[in-house]
């Protein structure tokens, strides 16, 4: 688990922040039947990379659209949007030892123990 302590918060002392909250998600199949991905979410955008069986990207304008009904991956008005966060991914990844081909990994070896 990756993290920073809440203490300096706590107390009262003034931190810099992050913006942007890096996750993966490897369990599939499983209870909640969520295919494998990986993501980047701010305050206001959501971006997700599902990967293995599929290879789909989503990204969601999550002041607009707070359930996440609407995908605007492919509409040109969000082109800079999907640029800064793919840049914010992929920078995540490399703080947290994170990429496709660890993710990759993992997955063949939950497949070689079964």
Request: net charge negative; glycine share 6%.
């Amino acid at each position: 688990m990756q993290g920073r302590s809440l203490l300096p918060l706590l107390t009262g002392k003034k931190v810099e922040w992050r913006d942007a909250l890096y996750y993966h998600y490897y369990e599939y199949p499983g209870i909640h039947a969520v295919k494998r991905h990986y993501g980047v979410c701010t305050t206001r955008y959501k971006l997700i990379h599902y990967y293995y069986d599929v290879d789909e990207w989503e990204l969601y304008d999550l002041e607009k659209d707070p359930h996440e009904m609407h995908n605007v991956i492919a509409l040109p008005e969000y082109r800079a949007v999907k640029e800064e966060l793919l840049g914010k991914l992929r920078a995540l990844q490399v703080q947290y030892g994170d990429s496709d081909e660890l993710a990759q990994e993992i997955l063949l070896g939950d497949l070689n123990r079964k």
